[in-house]
């Protein structure tokens, strides 16, 4: 479920807020972002009681993965050098990191189709960075199910020590950049292609899917397409390593394909923009 909100309802409201020691343009940038987020978020909240049935209905279907690897191990201790508590944490940043690109930056899945219909004008026409604006502008109800499952298992299953939760956020740091920029990317295809709804959902579904899986059962060219291709290599490793044991050589190439991902979609993005026909849609977002 997603619940659109125009970004620039709560604008005015913060710009009292004070954040000394910043210049005033990312000032102001930082207050646009948090003011999106508040109204994308009391715009969900609206329908109380049906913004707490999504959540949760998304919450207990991750919890039935659980049970499922639960039992699993239960059976089989060890699996390629993974056990339980390397499985539960997977789960966490891969739920995570999904779930917080899917709130705070949910309208990431919808780039396709708003390029395809010509609906890019409204976010053209205003003063705001136009790929940020459009990722802040939609949220996912559902997906907050998932950032609260994430925080469950970790509590449940984690390193709570400083250097446990440092790591642990920083792992889901990764995973929701890489989750960000490779959905950027795949649907920016249709400044080129025309209509890629369809294959820019199932390259994004192919990266959630196989980043919930260990890395330690694929072999051979599967293995090597999740670390190139699909980099669902590099948010499924991180249970083992970085979570569990740095391993530098691993963290170094995270965040140089976090890195790349990044200027790659921007790049993709604003190339792709001159080549967009305006759908000539006048209209507000509301």
């Known amino acids: 479920m997603l619940t659109e909100v125009d970004s620039s309802q709560h604008a005015r409201a913060y710009e009292n807020i004070s954040l000394y020691g910043l210049p005033g343009r990312w000032r102001r940038l930082l ?26 209905t998304m919450l207990i279907n991750n919890v039935v993965w659980i049970v499922f690897w639960g039992l699993y191990f239960r059976r089989f201790p060890v699996v390629n050098g993974w056990e339980l508590q390397d499985v539960m ?3 966490a940043v891969g739920a995570g990191g999904f779930g917080l690109m899917a709130t705070l930056f949910g309208n990431a899945t919808r780039i396709a189709s ?10 053209l026409a205003q003063p705001k960075p136009v790929l940020l604006h459009i990722l ?15 925080l469950l298992v970790y509590a449940g299953f984690g390193d709570h020590s400083l250097l446990g939760v440092l790591k642990f956020g920083l792992a889901l740091t990764l995973a929701t950049v890489i989750f960000i920029f490779f959905t ?5 295809l249709a400044f080129w292609l025309g209509n890629t709804e369809g294959l820019s959902f199932q390259l994004f579904n192919a990266l959630l899917t196989f980043s919930t899986y260990p890395t330690g059962i694929f072999r051979g060219a599967g293995k090597l397409l999740l670390f190139t291709v699909i980099p669902a290599g590099f948010i499924s490793y991180l249970p083992i390593g970085l979570l569990r044991s740095l391993d530098t050589k691993f963290i170094l190439g995270a965040v140089g394909v976090v890195l790349l991902l990044t200027a790659v979609g921007i ?20």
């Open 31 to 56: 207050l646009f972002v948090w003011s999106c987020w508040k109204a994308n978020l009391l715009g969900a909240m609206e329908f109380r009681l049906s913004f707490l049935l999504t959540a949760g």
């Open 136 to 150: 802040l502008s939609r949220m996912s109800v559902s997906a907050i199910g998932d950032v609260a499952f994430a």
């Open 114 to 123: 708003l390029i395809a219909n010509g609906q890019l004008d409204v976010y």
């Open 89 to 91: 944490m997977l789960w």
């Open 267 to 286: 790049g993709l993005f604003y190339t792709g923009l001159r080549r967009y026909a305006s759908g000539n849609m006048m209209g507000l977002r509301r």
């Open 184 to 188: 950027v990317i795949v649907n920016c």
